[in-house]
C-alpha cells in the first residue's frame, strides 16, 4: 500500500540553522542515498549556514548529479 502512495519532499528550509560543512557533507550524502527523493525538491533554502570549502565542494557535486532531472524552482545559498 504504501509503495503506492506518491509522496515527496518538496520544500526544505534549513536557513540559519548554523549547519557548518560537516552538515553540509551529511546532507547532501542523505541527499544522494535518497536521489529520487532530492528530484522532488523545489525550493531548498540553506542561507544563513557556513558551507566552507568542503561543504561547497560536496553540495557542488550534488548539483552537478541532479542538474539534468532537478525540480528545484528556487534556492537560496545567500551568506552561505
Do not use: Y
Amino acid at each position: 500500500a504504501l509503495s503506492e502512495w506518491n509522496h515527496a519532499l518538496t520544500t526544505l528550509n534549513l536557513s540559519n540553522c548554523h549547519l557548518t560543512s560537516k552538515g553540509i557533507l551529511s546532507l547532501t550524502s542523505a541527499f544522494e542515498s535518497n536521489f529520487g527523493m532530492s528530484l522532488s525538491i523545489q525550493n531548498l533554502d540553506l542561507s544563513g549556514n557556513n558551507f566552507a570549502v568542503e561543504g561547497t565542494q560536496a553540495f557542488d557535486s550534488w548539483l552537478s548529479q541532479i542538474k539534468s532531472a532537478s525540480g528545484i524552482k528556487k534556492l537560496n545559498l545567500s551568506s552561505s
